[in-house]
């Protein structure tokens, strides 16, 4: 059963992988990048693209469940070489990347 509210339900970390290709795939043009996430990109030298290929990537893992913060689970994906931590929309049809680093830096 899905949450009623994506940003303040938990997701444990295989659901929360799936849903992040579920917004992917039905509402692409729904992914947002907060202010602090492209200043993270850009001083690490990555693109959004980037970010987002992380996102796509069948190789990337969440490793843990969610983590509250202000107010929003967070969930963090990586692959071998980069970070993203993205954050759902209350109703689970957009998402938004919160920050974004590069491993090997």
């Known amino acids: ?3 009623s509210d994506y940003k303040s339900q938990k997701l ?12 992917l795939s039905k509402y692409p043009d729904s992914v947002w990048f907060s202010k ?3 200043e993270e990109l ?3 030298d990555l693109a959004t693209v980037d970010a987002l290929n992380v996102l796509k990537s069948p190789d ?3 490793c843990d469940d969610g983590e509250l913060e202000r107010g929003s689970y ?3 994906i990586e ?3 980069i970070v993203v931590v993205v954050a759902f929309s209350c109703d689970g049809r957009s ?3 919160v920050t974004a680093w590069d491993k090997r830096k």
């Open 36 to 38: 602090h996430s492209l």
């Open 1 to 3: 059963m899905a949450p």
């Open 95 to 97: 998402l938004t990347i």
């Open 60 to 62: 990337a893992m969440i």
């Open 79 to 81: 692959t071998a070489n």
């Open 12 to 23: 444990n970390k295989n659901e929360a992988k799936k849903h992040i290709r579920f917004v």
């Open 74 to 76: 967070r969930y963090r």
């Open 42 to 44: 850009e001083k690490d």
